[in-house]
């Protein structure tokens, strides 16, 4: 006779697939012992195959119910063991060296920072988009003024604010004069850099480009200030004591008077160099903030003057770090990019020269 026991027994102690697998033939194969019980029913008579058939019966279901419980057990075992030992490294080999780079109008930028914290000035910032209010009219530039059609102004369709004014992409930096005027008190030192917008395009015009401007706003402050200023900005920012100045007699309607200041340069290799009076290049716009726009703010133009200036950010880096087309600056190129990039270690220092 067959001890059920000692069959279940074995298989649950099987301990691998082969001879599990030897336990199935030997019990359930063709001549398996259970099977071979099985083909006895054939020749029982009806009362015996009534008693004995349920218990063969059970008996072939619990040895194939044990055969799939410890195969299910030994897989599972199996599996275990394989995530045990198994790895997946999903991690990217890192760079031999860091790939990224300070874009030259973010390194002009710092450079201009570190410089104009240096003399009390803090950096101010204002909306890209702005009402005709702030671009132009607290600007003394009144909408039917020429002095709007020297800017290519992109308006906004629909751009109406919750007032109702018309919206344009700032045209310069100038609007950030009134927004400090507005909300802080004088005096007042501040240089605001950010993005501008024009409708212009070649190889020294992008429609987005940057300028800096600047605004002092004191009592007693006359053009000597401008210039003294204007000066030692330029000398640190060219890390060169023979920068020389040119203010030339100009017209903005925000500043009376106004000047546009030169600096002298020569060419050495065929590219222009900061210093000397052999040529002159127009750098930027300045002049005494005008009486009707500090009154535009709400501060008594008797008691307050001040002075402010306008300047090309992307033009600065050309002439500094030598690139010769605007557009490239834009085109996220990653040669150019690698070429004219600063290393992010590179932070400017008045003290161990703001240029990289
Ligand atoms: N906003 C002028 C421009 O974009 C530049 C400028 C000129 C700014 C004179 C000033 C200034 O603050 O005083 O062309």
Partial sequence: MIDREEILARIGAADDAASLEALRVENLGKQGKVTQLLKTLGKMSPDERKTEGPKIHALREAVQGALDARKAELDRAELEARL??????LSLPTPAAPQGSIHPVSQVMDELAEIFAD???????????????????????????????????????QGDNEEGAPQVLRTHTSPVQIRTMMRDKPPLRIIAPGRVYRSDSDATHTPMFHQVEGLVIDRNIHLGHLKWTLETFLKAFFERDDVELRLRPSYF???????????????????????GRENWMEVLGSGMVHPKVIANCGLDPDE???????????????????????????????????????????????SAGVGA
């Fill in 304 to 350: 307050w003057q001040g002075f402010a200036f306008g300047c090309g950010i992307d033009r600065l880096a050309m002439l500094k770090y030598g690139m010769d087309d605007l557009r490239a600056f834009f085109d996220a190129d990653l040669r150019w990019l690698r070429h004219y990039g600063f290393s992010f270690l590179d932070t400017p220092t008045l």
């Fill in 119 to 157: 003399l009390g000035f803090a950096v101010a910032e204002g909306p890209e988009i702005e009402d005709d209010w702030h671009n132009f009219g607290a600007l003394n530039i009144p909408e039917a003024h020429p002095a709007r059609a020297m800017q290519d102004t992109f308006y906004i369709a």
């Fill in 253 to 275: 309607p925000f500043t009376e008077p106004s000047a546009e200041v030169d600096v002298g340069y020569s060419i050495e290799n065929g590219r222009p160099v900061i210093g």
């Fill in 84 to 89: 045990k030992t198994e790895t997946l490294d």
